[in-house]
């Protein structure tokens, strides 16, 4: 069983068990549970039901496990001939969660 779900403006194929990494969400603390009740698909024994644009009563639930920084990211400016070069980085914040049950 599993289910595509839209959060962030991302779309993620998820099931039981797994761990995603999802934007930084405030207020939550590990041990929460979340529920992403935008669901765009779901696929069970019984076969596959599609939203329009969403699965009318189906959810997803899921449990922090924590706030954890992603990969370093590098971000260089250059303009030829004129001696200009920047260079910065960026980590993005995240909030891993790990998939619990699919309700549909």
Same mark, same amino acid.
Do not use: W
């Given at each position: 069983?599993?289910?595509? !779900? ?7 194929? @998820? ?11 405030? *207020?939550?603390?590990? *041990? ?5 009740? &935008? @669901?765009?698909?779901?696929?069970? =024994? ?16 899921? =449990?922090?496990?924590?706030? =954890?920084? *992603? ?17 910065? *980085?960026? &980590? ?5 969660? &790990? !998939? ?5």
């Amino acid at each position: 069983m599993y289910a595509i !779900i839209a959060c962030d403006g991302r779309q993620y194929k @998820v099931q039981p068990g797994d761990e995603i990494q999802l934007d930084l969400r405030d *207020g939550v603390s590990p *041990g929460d549970s979340l529920t992403l009740d &935008r @669901v765009l698909l779901v696929s069970s =024994e019984n076969g596959v039901k599609v939203g329009k644009p969403t699965v009318a009563g189906a959810t997803v639930s899921a =449990e922090v496990l924590g706030q =954890e920084l *992603g990969e370093k990211i590098y971000v260089q400016k250059m303009r030829r001939r004129k001696n200009y070069r920047r260079k910065t *980085g960026h &980590r993005q914040m995240y909030t891993r969660v &790990r !998939i619990g049950a699919i309700h549909a």
